[in-house]
């Protein structure tokens, strides 16, 4: 048996997922950070192991991960904490920037990340002609605020993008993904107030395709580029055909699919 987690975290202090040589960057990963804080809690060297890796900056609202002890154990017993509880022990090993809202057992068999069936994300842009103290790090500060057109040459764009086909106009150059077929399976752009939301679900995504595809909206919006052109863009699998990269503190990652129902619990 493995422990599903279901975290939110803000990012901004952390140099993404993955667990690295310290020396290699001044700030900590959030894997590392995860796993010195269950190791303490549960008195024993942890494992744990994320959904997908995010860059430095990234948020989520729903990441998903599962902890194990790394050593000999029984399968079966190791959990001495009910699922449902685990938070409470937790809490005072966790920053306050991490936190456990969901757990749930799962088998030996389950991966956070080749289980998955697909995720969803938000990119979060702002375009007030201030730039908004409370949501720096949290958001894109647009240059300039959007055209009155600006919300309806965004969504036009975006309706080309859902389907499967080939993302690599929307990959990152360099990439070593050799097979860049997804199926982006919704993509909508709603207002909230100042706040601009691009939601994004899809099997799986490319290296940065969220961004590229935020940057490139907002290419539309903004009138540097024609929201009729998304099809020729997609069509030249060439990343420099796609618009700029959005940066990473507007990303979240917003839930993922296992394609049946977990039992989350968080009493």
Not at 249 to 262: E, K, P, R, T, W
Request: proline letters at 7%; one cysteine or more.
């Amino acid at each position: 048996m493995k422990l599903l987690l279901k975290l939110m975290f803000n990012g901004g202090y952390y140099a993404g997922w993955q667990a690295q040589d310290d020396s290699r960057s001044p700030k900590p990963s959030l894997q590392r950070t995860l796993t010195a804080a269950f190791s303490e809690c549960f008195g024993e060297p942890m494992r744990i192991t994320g959904c997908s890796r995010t860059d430095a900056g990234v948020h989520a609202l729903g990441y998903c991960a599962t902890a194990e002890p790394a050593g000999e154990h029984d399968p079966d017993a190791w959990l001495r904490i009910p699922p449902g509880k685990v938070h409470r022990a937790m809490a005072r090993h966790l920053p306050d920037d991490i936190a456990l809202t969901g757990e749930a057992a799962v088998p030996d068999s389950f991966h956070p990340r080749y289980s998955a069936a697909g995720k969803t994300y938000v990119y979060r842009m702002t375009d007030t002609v201030w730039r908004d103290p409370f949501e720096a790090g949290r958001s894109w500060q647009l240059p300039r605020p959007l055209p009155p057109d600006g919300m309806d040459r965004m969504r036009r764009a975006a309706s080309y993008i859902p389907g499967t086909r080939d993302f690599t106009s929307f990959m990152a150059a360099g990439s070593k993904i050799t097979d860049a077929r997804r199926t982006v399976k919704s993509l909508t752009v709603d207002r909230e107030g100042s706040a601009i939301l691009v939601t994004v679900s899809a099997d799986g995504f490319l290296y940065h395709m969220v961004r590229i595809i935020a940057g490139t909206l907002a290419d539309c919006a903004l009138g540097s580029r024609d929201p009729d052109e998304i099809p020729d863009v997609l069509d030249a699998l060439d990343r420099s055909a796609a618009g700029r990269t959005a940066p990473a503190c507007g990303l979240y990652l917003a839930a993922v699919d296992y394609g049946f129902s977990i039992p989350w619990r968080c009493d």
